[in-house]
């Protein structure tokens, strides 16, 4: 199988190398990361990464765009197998190795369960998972169909894009395993900005 893993970016100098490092490079055809018009560091910082890391592709919006055209940018220029996204605040534990290895071409999806940074842990089952959307699961590239990042103002673009995904009847693993550390909370986060009413 091949694996795209996809992060947009946006003044991530603080957490990007630490998420980027996180990715298990023997399973990764592809990293795709879109700078969203970085004001730090976070450019820079990828270009010198890139230079030890073939796999590494920066897309580059030049402006802010917002998270939702990120991620449909990066879904659009994946060409694995199968997606994985990961928030660029974020990173994998070394548990991710035990998820990608299940992953045989049999499901849509495979779901893994996150920690946050304060210890709480949740668990994707059947019956949530309609309440996490983008992350904490490896979705079949071509599964994903019509379902977009979405911009509201009522709610996060990526429950739009769970929401559709799931609409069409994917088959489903759930894995069980913790794989994944959720940089919650934070201050001025994609979900906190949201949170607050301050962006869409």
Not at 22 to 27: A, G, N, R, T
Not at 78 to 91: K, L, R, V
Not at 102 to 112: K, N
Not at 153 to 160: E, K, L, M, N, V
Request: with cysteine.
């Amino acid at each position: 199988m091949k694996f795209s893993f996809l992060s947009p970016a946006y003044n991530s100098a603080e957490w990007i190398i630490t998420m980027l490092d996180s990715i298990p490079k023997e399973y990764a055809y592809e990293i795709l990361i879109c700078d969203d018009g970085s004001t730090d560091q976070t450019l820079a910082i990828l270009q010198e990464y890139q230079k030890r890391c073939p796999q590494l592709r920066i897309l580059e919006n030049g402006i802010n765009q917002g998270a939702s055209f990120s991620y449909n940018r990066l879904i659009a220029e994946a060409t694995g197998d199968y997606i994985c996204i990961i928030d660029s605040d974020d990173m994998y534990l070394p548990t991710i190795r035990d998820v990608l290895a299940q992953v045989d071409g049999e499901h849509d999806i495979y779901y893994y369960n996150m920690i946050t940074k304060i210890g709480q842990q949740f668990v994707i089952t059947e019956a949530s998972r309609y309440e996490w959307c983008g992350q904490f699961k490896i979705i079949r590239r071509l599964a994903v169909g019509p379902a977009v990042f979405t911009v509201r103002t009522d709610r996060s673009g990526d429950r739009d894009f769970n929401n559709v995904l799931l609409s069409q009847n994917p088959r489903r693993k759930y894995t069980g395993i913790f794989a994944y550390w959720y940089n919650f909370p934070r201050t001025n986060s994609e979900y906190d900005l949201f949170r607050r009413g301050l962006k869409g």
